[in-house]
């Protein structure tokens, strides 16, 4: 095939449509779940939507502001952004300076603004690898240079996260590290060796610490006890249900009213399901589908293979995000703390995904 | 290097590319499953969540007597109630609401701090106060109306009516015996409430169930209160623990009039005790004494055993049973049937029975409804006891001749006398006489019932006219008599065992009469029984003034003319004037003779011809075949007071037809239903 030096000055729009959708979905559908939670908690009924609002502005300028920052400088800067995110992680453990919520240490506060570093982490790991990746090349093949470094730097990356605790934050690293090593060329055996070497220790954490065992059952059995465990869950199914075909319209949600817990943030998507009913959750579907596919064609049409590497990275960062939400939130998975990408209340993994699309449109301009 | 160039690593993007289409794919497929397949399902299971229902009471139809007084009805008030959680300055509102209200604040106060989310702060307050609340209009506080029972007769027959409760649930007599019929519309407030318990929706009033009904009731208020003045006043003046009195149509079984002293108001039932709630005429039983020989005397005629004038030794007041003697009041030596009855000997009335034997006297008893319930609309009611033959020893198989060792409650032993007044019939009573329902005006209608025949014609008429007896100079009950009636019954006194002693009371004494008036036509059957009466406790003395001051007021509140005869007061009837014929005619009973080239108006002019001979011939009209309104508009067009007795077409007439109409000031018409 011939090569094709081109620079294109627009957006794939392509990427951007489906962005723009998300985020202003994700504006309504956030407003509207967490109007009756922001009144009783802050006193302001607006308080999650103004929110959400700032860091969309935020986000969207820093996307545009990637659009034109040419790739390459992130893989010049691979390093120091590394050694920060992993600094910030280290930092959550310090006491006094993670900010706690729920038991777990997952945000680092100043001035009023929280920051998740686990965001931060996730983006530093995707240029790191794509960096990496392509500098070893044909290399990717071997133990030593191929599969150690990057299971390395990954590892220690998870330890911290799981650290906080937060198991599946790290556990979506893991699967996102094995995707990308596959792409990147790594043997099947090697692949499977891994899986089949930390598969006793996940199981093991599971099995060790309670609430992570009664999670799985739950997501085993979520009927069983519908008062307790259970009840996120099955209100997370009450609302999907109540929706129907044609949803009951926007505003209407019943199980936002303090049934569901997390409306507004993980359980985003039950309430857009109520309020939408299958055709809105169908046209969400679709458009992170759109958005997926087309990150993977950027990639495939990328110019080098760092570029490709990055736009693969960072695609299935956020479809694997995604496709974990959903699955959670429709009990296909085992309950967890993520959000649903572009949509969720939420700013640092608004603001970090944004700028991920932003990565992603300056490579699909210069292929 | 370009991935282009690569097949492999493209080969491993289209993996990857794969996965995320089959995540979607897996995801659409669940969310297809949970929003359109199992949508029913999880919505009903989330609308149980969400939804309340909160009853409003129903409101209750009226209770009428047989003439439309209203005994019973719902009338309108205002209800306070709160959504606690919704109100945030608790302590003001409570302050206001306890000055408007006049409640304690602190009581106020801490429903308002209650988990609930609704919740009665005042029920059943005036309009004017309702109003007052309404105008202030807090936050989170609201007004209902609902309704509140109300009885306008206060005590009159307030032991049959019952009352209902605050919710307008029908809790004791009538109001609970009939309460699924009383009872109204269900409404029900649907509110939606969020996870903590606040409710952001109310619907309006939704109603359920059937339409409004009321009760049309068999009693007679103006002879109930009558009853009941009568009956209280005797209580008071023998210093008696209680009474009761009954009036019975003998010939229907409808109860006029059910009394019980010491009397109820149910407009405040929660403050008389439970016991005091009791129709004692249906729930108490007591020895029913020589009341009962009416009955031995029936049977006995009946088995023709004896003739009335048979006679008896009396043993001059002394009779030796097995180890116990039984003594009569006054020495008697010997005497007929007919005056052992009329005179109450009880050494007679063994004597009578012992021929009849106490087998087939029980048999009588029970086939008279002794001994089993008599089947009256009414809760509560009690069977009575007779002694099964086996278990009597010699001395019961005596008293029981007397009344002495059985028990009964007064409706038993008012329903056996009515089967003698009637011609031997057993009816079974009843109170309500029709169900009307409001809105599509449909009345269920309650007819009489005969149970069973008991004894024949001919030993009834025989029975009464012996029991005529008691009533004249030479009876036990001359005070019974009332002036320009024949009056038949039989009194009754008979020792009450003393509940601690387990023995025959020598002070405590259950005073009887139960008779019937008039002897040739029976209309009221009325009962007396005055519980533990001071002093001279005899029934003829105690009991038989009640019976005449109630039977004859309510012969003359019922329009019921004296015998005819030498001693009785002619009456003078306006001869037919041209004004009844102005009457009919302006009724349009009496057509023009166009009408006649119709010939669907033919029949109408026959019955012009009929009516026009009949006024000419000055006598009473054949009324039967006739419907009750048509019976009205004529027997009043000819100045008659005409008295209706049953429904359908009219059957019988009293006094028959072509009775001169001089002769008649009233007429009495019996209908039944055709066919």
Same mark, same amino acid.
């Given at each position: ?5 081109? &620079? ?25 779940? &967490? ?14 939507? *103004? ?10 300028? !820093? ?58 982490? *996730? ?11 392509? *500098? *070893? ?19 220690? #990356?998870?330890?911290?996260? #799981? ?53 799985? #059952? ?88 760092? &570029? ?23 009990? !296909? ?35 | ?117 609704? /919740? ?23 007004? @209902? ?53 606040? %409710? ?65 108001? %149910?407009? =405040? ?15 108490? /039983? ?21 003739? %009335?004038?048979?006679?008896?030794? /009396? ?34 009335? @063994? ?83 029709? =169900? ?232 009495? @018409?019996?209908?039944?239903? %055709?066919?």
């Amino acid at each position: 095939m011939a090569e094709k030096k081109s &620079s294109n000055s627009g957006y794939n729009y392509l990427i951007l449509i489906p962005v723009i959708l998300l985020i202003g979905l994700g504006l309504v559908v956030v407003y509207s779940a &967490s109007s009756h939670l922001a009144e009783h908690r802050m006193g302001d009924s607006y308080y999650y939507l *103004k929110r959400q609002a700032f860091f969309c502005i935020l986000g969207v300028g !820093l996307m545009i502001l990637a659009r034109y920052i040419p790739c390459t400088l992130y893989s010049r800067l691979v390093y120091p952004l590394l050694l920060v995110s992993f600094c910030l992680l280290v930092m959550l453990l310090i006491p006094g300076l993670g900010h706690k919520v729920g038991g777990a240490s997952r945000w680092l506060r100043w001035k009023g603004f929280s920051f998740q570093p686990s965001e931060l982490a *996730k983006f530093a790991l995707a240029v790191y690898m794509a960096y990496s990746m392509a *500098k *070893k090349g044909i290399n990717m093949k071997t133990f030593s240079r191929g599969l150690l470094p990057h299971i390395l730097v990954a590892g220690a #990356f998870m330890l911290f996260i #799981f650290l906080q605790p937060d198991l599946g934050t790290a556990l979506i690293i893991g699967s996102w590290v094995l995707l990308i090593l596959f792409v990147g060329g790594v043997r099947f055996l090697q692949l499977f060796s891994v899986i089949a070497l930390s598969a006793p220790v996940v199981l093991w954490l599971v099995w060790h610490v309670d609430y992570r065992l009664k999670r799985w #059952f739950t997501f085993l059995n979520p009927w069983e006890d519908p008062n307790g465990i259970g009840f996120q869950i099955i209100h997370s199914f009450l609302a999907f249900g109540s929706g129907g075909v044609f949803g009951v319209g926007l505003g209407n949600s019943k199980q936002k009213l303090f049934y569901l817990p997390e409306p507004h943030t993980d359980f985003v998507l039950p309430i857009a399901g109520e309020e939408l009913g299958f055709l809105g959750v169908t046209a969400i579907i679709v458009l992170f589908g759109i958005l997926i596919i087309s990150g993977i064609k950027v990639a495939l049409k990328a110019r080098d293979l760092y &570029s490709s590497y990055l736009a693969l990275g960072l695609t299935s960062m956020i479809g694997l995000q995604v496709v974990v939400n959903m699955g959670v939130v429709m009990g !296909l998975l085992p309950t967890k703390g993520l959000p649903l990408p572009l949509i969720s209340s939420g700013g640092s993994s608004l603001v970090i995904n944004l700028l991920s699309i932003g990565i992603l449109l300056n490579i699909s301009s210069r292929t | 290097m370009k991935v282009k160039d690569k097949k492999w690593i493209r080969f491993r993007i289209y993996v990857v590319a794969a996965f995320f289409l089959l995540g979607f794919a897996t995801i659409l497929a669940r969310a297809y499953q949970l929003q359109v397949l199992e949508s029913d399902h999880l919505k009903a299971i989330a609308r149980a969540g969400y939804i309340g229902k909160t009853k409003l009471p129903p409101k209750r139809g009226t209770i009428y007597d047989r003439e439309g007084h209203e005994l019973a009805l719902s009338v309108e008030v205002g209800s306070i109630y709160a959504h606690p959680k919704r109100i945030k300055e608790k302590a003001r509102t409570a302050r206001v609401l306890s000055r408007v209200l006049g409640e304690r604040r602190e009581k106020i106060l801490r429903l308002l701090k209650s988990e609930r989310s609704f /919740c009665w702060i005042k029920r059943r307050i005036s309009p004017d106060v309702a109003k007052e609340v309404i105008v202030l209009d807090l936050a989170g506080v609201g007004v @209902i109306t609902e309704t509140r029972r109300y009885y306008p007769g206060r005590e009159i027959a307030g032991h049959l009516i019952g009352f209902a409760g605050i919710d307008n649930q029908g809790l004791e007599g009538l109001e609970k015996k009939y309460d699924r019929h009383l009872r109204g519309p269900q409404y029900n407030l649907i509110h939606m409430r969020d996870a903590l318990g606040r %409710p952001f929706a109310i619907s309006r009033p939704i109603p359920s169930g059937h339409g409004m009904r009321d009760l049309i009731l068999t009693i007679d208020k103006d002879i109930q209160y009558k009853a009941q003045q009568a009956l209280k006043s005797a209580v008071k003046k023998t210093k008696a623990k209680g009474g009761h009195c009954l009036v019975v149509d003998p010939m229907t079984g409808e109860i006029l009039a059910m009394a019980t002293v010491p009397e109820f108001n %149910p407009n =405040i039932f929660s403050e008389y005790r439970p016991d005091q709630w009791r129709n004692r005429t249906i729930t108490d /039983c007591f020895e029913p004494g020589s009341t009962i020989k009416a009955f031995l005397l029936a049977a006995r005629l009946e088995e023709s055993v004896v003739s %009335p004038g048979t006679k008896f030794d /009396c043993e001059q007041g002394r009779f030796r049973i097995g180890s116990n003697v039984v003594h009569d009041t006054h020495k008697h030596d010997v005497l007929s049937v007919s005056d052992i009855v009329v005179r109450s000997s009880n050494i007679g009335a @063994i004597k009578i029975g012992q021929r009849l034997g106490y087998k087939r006297f029980t048999d009588y008893l029970k086939k008279l409804g002794f001994g089993s319930k008599t089947g009256i609309d009414l809760l509560g009611e009690r069977k009575g006891f007779i002694r099964p033959v086996q278990d009597a020893r010699a001395i019961d198989q005596a008293t029981i001749f007397f009344g002495q060792g059985m028990t009964t409650t007064s409706l038993q032993l008012a329903m056996a006398m009515a089967a003698i007044a009637n011609g031997g019939k057993l009816m079974r009573p009843y109170v309500v006489k029709s =169900i009307v329902d409001r809105s599509t005006g449909k009345v269920e209608e309650r007819h009489p019932k005969v149970v069973r025949r008991v004894f024949s014609q001919k030993t009834a008429k025989e029975t009464a006219g012996i029991l005529e007896g008691v009533t004249g100079q030479e009876g036990t009950a001359p005070r019974a008599a009332i002036r320009g009636f024949r009056v038949a019954g039989k009194t009754g006194t008979s020792q009450k065992v003393d509940p601690k002693t387990k023995r025959y009371s020598r002070t405590k004494y259950v005073a009887a009469f139960v008779g019937f008036v008039p002897l040739e036509q029976p209309r009221l059957v009325i009962l007396v029984v005055i519980d533990e009466p001071k002093g001279i406790a005899y029934g003829g003395v105690v009991a038989a003034p009640v019976f005449k001051q109630v039977g004859s007021w309510a012969l003359n509140h019922l329009r019921v003319n004296p015998n005819k005869g030498p001693s009785s007061v002619a009456h003078a009837l306006p001869p037919i004037s041209d004004k009844s014929v102005a009457l009919l005619r302006g009724k349009g009973v009496v057509r023009s003779t166009e009408a006649e080239r119709d010939p669907k108006r033919r029949a109408a002019s026959h019955e012009v011809d009929r009516i026009a001979q009949e006024l000419r011939e000055g006598s009473l009209p054949d009324f039967r075949g006739l419907g009750m309104r048509e019976v009205l508009k004529r027997g009043r067009a000819l100045g008659l007071k005409v008295h209706l007795e049953g429904t359908g077409l009219a059957v019988k007439q009293e006094p028959g037809a072509g009775t001169p109409l001089q002769e008649v000031a009233a007429v009495r @018409i019996s209908f039944r239903p %055709p066919g």
